[in-house]
């Protein structure tokens, strides 16, 4: 998908290796997981908890433009879905190659597009 991952935590590096090392979900993890132990990436996004010292969990799409796409921020106890994740980003690199179209709601990639273009002879008398 030409997309660049990563995991970052308020856990120390120490701790992603143990997960690494102990975690069967974790020690399949492909890309890099950061550690943020001060807390300063987790307060830049807006996911910070003061009274933990730790973060919400939460994902960032960001384009390559810097620009952030969606923000999706879950109470702990509630998993995101990574096929949904996915769908996203395919719906978002569909719509940034289509200028002018939109991805419905549940758009997937082989359905078609919204055209959002407004033709040149609207608001003519």
């Not at 090392?21 to 890099?32: A, D, E, G, L």
């Not at 960001?62 to 106890?77: H, S, Y």
């Not at 289509?98 to 359905?111: L, R």
């Amino acid at each position: 998908m030409n997309v660049e991952v990563i995991a970052i935590s308020t856990d120390t590096v120490f701790s992603h290796i143990m997960f690494k090392r102990t975690s069967p979900t974790v020690k399949n993890v492909q890309y890099p997981m950061a550690a943020d132990p001060s807390g300063a990436v987790a307060r830049a996004y807006g996911v910070w908890q003061p009274r933990s010292g730790l973060n919400q969990r939460g994902r960032f799409i960001i384009n390559p433009q810097g620009t952030i796409m969606a923000v999706e921020v879950l109470t702990g106890p509630v998993g995101r879905s990574v096929n949904e994740l996915i769908r996203q980003i395919q719906a978002m690199q569909a719509v940034a190659s289509n200028k002018g179209m939109a991805a419905p709601a549940g758009w997937t990639p082989g359905k078609k597009l919204i055209n959002t273009r407004v033709p040149e002879d609207v608001g003519r008398y």
